[in-house]
Nanobody
Framework: QLQASGGGSAQAGGSLRLSCAVS????????RGWWRQAPGKEREFVAV????????YYAASVKGRFTISRDTAKNTEYLQMNSLKPEDTGIYYC???????????????WGQGTLVTVSS
């Protein structure tokens, strides 16, 4: 119901764009987000967008570099990642939930994850 794509490798300072196609019951959810997990670290919030009003929130570590957006006609969310840093490396997961939260235990739907590797 959440299909993430677009991961890959980039040099520091480069860009990547992730996509998340939403289908099934998750299309009725409000909060569409991205989380990531680096090797040996806990999963952390990256960004979220309200599917109906377009409100956005970002983690401090990515604000000004990443942009989350949505295409309601295609039921797809995007994460444009610019000025990538090696510390952005990790598996990126798209999420869908009925409300915005920074607690991963309260999120109802997770995509399968897509790997992003940033080299220095």
């Amino acid at each position: 119901q959440l299909q993430a794509s677009g991961g890959g490798s980039a040099q520091a300072g480069g860009s990547l764009r992730l996509s998340c196609a939403v289908s099934g019951d998750t299309r009725s959810t409000y909060a569409r987000g991205w989380w990531r997990q680096a090797p040996g670290k806990e999963r952390e919030f990256v960004a979220v967008i309200g599917s109906t009003d377009g409100r956005t929130y970002y983690a401090a570590s990515v604000k000004g570099r990443f942009t989350i957006s949505r295409d309601t006609a295609k039921n797809t969310e995007y994460l444009q990642m610019n000025s990538l840093k090696p510390e952005d490396t990790g598996i990126y997961y798209c999420t869908a939930n009925n409300f915005i939260t920074d607690n991963p235990a309260r999120i109802s739907s997770w995509g399968q994850g897509t790997l992003v590797t940033v080299s220095s």
